[in-house]
């Protein structure tokens, strides 16, 4: 979709999504900047400066549906009706149902008694986030994490010439490279957004420099062996959006969720692994980690009352 007056969004936009986020204070992985940059080529986001919001619209791309993002800025009912009011005709030219999308449990208050419209609201539990309490990842302390403990113990025994760095632009082709062989592995076309996050991961190291990336990568005898790329969401929360290893080397997805967090985000306070999917392997795995909490993404279908 190109909606009037509406052009791509981009890492370019950064500096006023950043700016807007910090009214938002959103917890949810998908609303932080990394992640809309990371992941646009499947989503196709149009952005437009709407009642002083950054609004970004998608015809669903390959995805979902067609939608609206929870505007980034927004503080008030009075801006939301604003936006909505300007894109209801846009919807309703195409046939498209009004969706509005990631929506903060904390921003439900303000599509209570919207004028004008009537609101759908639901959540789907297979795309809520996992939330961690970060000191515990980090010390791997407590019964739920004396397995993981005993993993990364025998890594750090098994690999004592193991090199920790931070993430950076120049690990770039040997990141891919592990994410390729684990996509050839699985016979799986790591082109295809839908079954690999491949473009997403590459996307992010293209904009490398223009972004906020935290994170690490271990390498042992040299090469690359584990990487891991997030986001601090704000000050209390880390986001990590793509964490991937070589699985030959055991214990070493224990190893780069400790050590990113030991040395790129020392200084929070809880740690948002993003969703399953429905996914059972990666349910488990994330179940595995003992989370606090659940972040509960809303969506609202909006109808003229």
């Not at 980090?138 to 890594?155: C, I, W």
């Not at 030991?262 to 993003?274: G, I, K, L, T």
């Not at 990666?282 to 609202?300: D, M, T, V």
């Amino acid at each position: 979709m190109q909606c009037e007056g509406c052009t791509l969004f981009t890492a370019k936009d950064s500096q006023i999504y950043s700016q807007l986020q910090q009214q938002n204070r959103s917890e949810i992985s998908d609303n932080c900047l990394n992640s809309r940059v990371a992941w646009n080529a499947g989503f196709y986001y149009q952005k437009a400066m709407i009642a002083g919001c950054l609004t970004l619209v998608s015809d669903g791309g390959v995805f979902t549906t067609p939608h609206v993002a929870w505007p980034t800025g927004l503080t008030n009912q009075a801006q939301l009706k604003a936006i909505i009011d300007i894109l209801w005709n846009a919807f309703q030219a195409r046939g498209w149902p009004l969706r509005l999308m990631y929506i903060d449990e904390a921003n439900l208050p303000l599509l209570q008694d919207l004028p004008d419209y009537q609101i759908q609201i639901s959540h789907n539990p297979d795309y809520s986030d996992y939330l961690y309490d970060a000191a515990e990842l980090r010390d791997l302390s407590g019964k739920d994490l004396h397995g993981k403990r005993n993993h990364f113990n025998r890594f750090c025994r098994s690999y004592p010439d193991y090199v920790y760095s931070p993430a950076q632009a120049s690990d770039r082709d040997e990141a891919l490279s592990l994410v390729k062989a684990w996509c050839d592995e699985k016979k799986l076309d790591c082109l295809n957004l839908c079954l690999s996050d491949y473009r997403a991961i590459r996307q992010l190291y293209e904009d490398f420099d223009s972004l906020d990336i935290r994170g690490g990568s271990i390498r042992i005898g040299g090469r690359l062996a584990a990487f891991a790329l997030g986001s601090l969401l704000d000050g209390d929360t880390a986001v990590i959006h793509f964490e991937k290893a070589d699985a030959t080397y055991h214990g070493i997805y224990s190893a780069i969720n400790k050590l990113v967090l030991d040395h790129a985000f020392p200084e929070v306070r809880y740690v948002n692994r993003e969703e399953d999917m429905g996914i059972g392997g990666l349910r488990k795995a994330k179940q595995s980690y003992g989370p606090i909490r659940l972040i509960h993404k809303y969506e609202a279908v909006l109808l003229k009352a």
